[in-house]
């Protein structure tokens, strides 16, 4: 059974609670293990000094993305130490932690996107890399993860 994720009536912690019993009592495991450290990071990040207890649904992203960069991360250094069975319990968590964000960007896409950027901010060449950078990380937040769109900069920046 696939999520059912109703992001206008709920905050994501609680549709992560709702997933959590649903996975639960279906008895998949897997899954239940990516929504508890998903509800975890939530419960931390609520909690931090400075913060006034709910997260704000671009908080809510962050979060995600993190924890989908972390468990890539992880699964990167287990196929090269060819640990094909802790590589693919990372990509399982990734694919749950996946049906929370918006759909991801092509990098066709993000091309497409990165180039009204540069445009916009009127980047000439490698030098505005920073500048370009900012503008599109956050126009992209939570559609594209920050190592494709860094790339796609670098390709056209050096390109124009």
Known sequence: ????????????????????????????????????????????????????GVLSEDAEMKLLMKAVKQRRDSAQIYKEQSREDLYSNEMAEVAVIEKYLPQQLSEDEIKGEVAKIIEQVGATGP?????????????????????????????LLINS
Request: glycine residues 8%; charged residues 35%.
């Open 1 to 52: 059974m696939d999520f059912i994720i109703e992001r206008n009536k709920m905050s994501l912690k609680q549709t992560i609670e709702g997933d959590i019993k649903s996975a639960m009592l279906e008895r998949r495991k897997d899954d239940l293990k990516a929504l508890r450290a998903i509800k975890s990071m939530i419960l931390l990040a609520e909690t931090e000094k400075g913060h006034e």
């Open 127 to 155: 030098q505005d890399m920073g500048k370009v950078m900012g503008a599109a990380t956050k126009a992209l937040a939570g559609k594209a993860d920050g190592k494709t769109i860094s790339g796609v900069v670098k390709q």
